[in-house]
């Protein structure tokens, strides 16, 4: 079955390095999300990205950080300058495009995450 | 705004027992799908269970099934039978229909299953 690929499973980084996180989306998905979650808090939105650019992104997504679809087959999540804050779980998660072509599932398909922990 | 609200931090289930978890939400959208997705201690999100908001019949998988009470903003998820594998943290999650929609998440249920 299908599934979505995120590298590194764990990173250990020093503040102010720049950390680029690596998905591969299952191959027929068309939008992509980054999630985050602190430890012990919610899941946290990060940005969704569709045709080569991004549809939508939160507050947290500021400008140290910037997401690429290099290949067509990775989508990379670029933290530039790491704060403490930054430590935290990210998830990447695809879907596709509904039958109806406006309409979907509904489902996310996530990865098992990347932990990311900024000393 | 779209909110998720989940009442219970931490919930416990004797083995072979059921368990219900609550999650209530908040939306003006008539359509909207609405998730439970399990997250064991290997981190990774499971989707258990959907629902599409249009559908009246709840949604059932194996053990898992949901009570969606539209009008009340509802949505509770009830293990049956409960199994050792099922301790985990349970978040509820709302997405508008649509192509390219954010999930909106709940704070999570921590469920622990007693042999």
């Known amino acids: 079955e299908p599934e979505v690929t995120q590298t590194p499973s764990h990173q250990v980084t020093q503040m102010g390095q720049e950390v680029i996180l690596r998905c591969v989306p299952i191959?027929?998905?068309?939008?992509f999300y980054w999630y985050r979650q602190i430890l012990g808090q919610k899941v946290e939105f990060l940005v969704s990205?569709?045709?080569?650019?991004?549809?939508?992104k939160s507050e947290i997504f500021d400008d140290q950080f910037s997401v690429e679809r290099p290949d067509g087959s990775n989508f990379t999540l670029k933290i530039r300058s790491t704060k403490l804050e930054d430590s935290a779980m990210y998830f990447c998660?695809?879907?596709?495009?509904?039958?109806?072509?406006?309409?979907?599932?509904?489902?996310?398909?996530f990865g098992e995450g990347s932990r990311l922990t900024v000393l | 705004a779209q909110t998720v609200t989940q009442s219970q931090p931490e919930m416990s289930v004797q083995e072979a027992e059921t368990v219900t978890l609550s999650c209530t939400y908040d939306?003006?959208?008539?359509?909207?799908?609405l998730f439970w997705y399990k997250q064991p201690p290997s981190r990774q999100m499971i989707l258990v269970i959907r629902?599409?908001?249009?559908k009246q019949q709840n949604a059932t998988e194996n053990r898992f099934s949901v009570n969606f009470q539209k009008a009340a903003k509802s949505f509770s998820l009830k293990i049956s039978d409960s199994q050792l594998g099922d301790a985990a943290m349970y978040f509820c999650?709302?997405?508008?229909?649509?192509?390219?929609?954010?999930?909106?998440w709940g704070l999570g249920t921590s469920l622990a299953v007693n042999p």
């Open positions: 998660a695809s879907t596709k495009r509904g039958l109806a072509g406006n309409m979907n599932t509904g489902e996310l398909f």
């Open positions: 191959s027929n998905h068309l939008y």
């Open positions: 990205f569709y045709n080569n650019e991004i549809s939508e």
């Open positions: 939306t003006s959208e008539s359509d909207y799908y």
């Open positions: 629902q599409e908001a249009y």
């Open positions: 999650a709302y997405r508008r229909a649509g192509n390219n929609r954010k999930l909106i």
